[in-house]
């Protein structure tokens, strides 16, 4: 079985910082792309920012030069670093990793979801 942790979120003032981890446990073989999503009361989930196997990323326009993704391959976590937050950054966030297990093909897994609200 595989588990993604999630861990980081919290209340921060416009304009602070938070950082977001993810860890990844269980029978992993390997771990291709990792990502983040995040979903605002009301709305769709939606794509924030992904990386991959390689260190290629990928981001939201939204999120673009505020947010940076990255991966510790040795230690299965992926991290998301917030920065300049906005009140519209407010939603619930959460990871995802697509991961090969030891018995099994690929697949997608994801995080139980970390808060983040941005608030004075």
């Known amino acids: 079985q595989v588990q993604l942790v999630e861990s980081g979120g919290g209340l921060v003032q416009p304009g602070g910082s938070l950082r977001l981890s993810c860890a990844a446990s269980?029978?992993?073989?390997?771990?291709?792309?990792m990502g983040w999503f995040r979903q605002a009361p009301g709305k769709e989930r939606e794509f924030v920012a992904a990386?991959?196997?390689?260190?290629?990323?990928n981001y939201a326009d939204s999120v673009k030069g505020r947010f940076t993704i990255s991966r510790d391959n040795a230690k299965n976590t992926e991290y998301l670093q917030l920065n300049s937050l906005k009140p519209e950054d407010t939603a619930v966030y959460y990871c995802?990793?697509?991961?090969?297990?030891?018995?099994?093909?690929?697949?997608?897994?994801w995080g139980q979801g970390t808060q983040v609200t941005v608030s004075s």
């Open positions: 995802k990793m697509q991961i090969r297990t030891v018995a099994s093909r690929e697949y997608a897994y």
């Open positions: 269980g029978s992993i073989f390997s771990i291709n792309a």
């Open positions: 990386i991959g196997s390689g260190g290629l990323t």
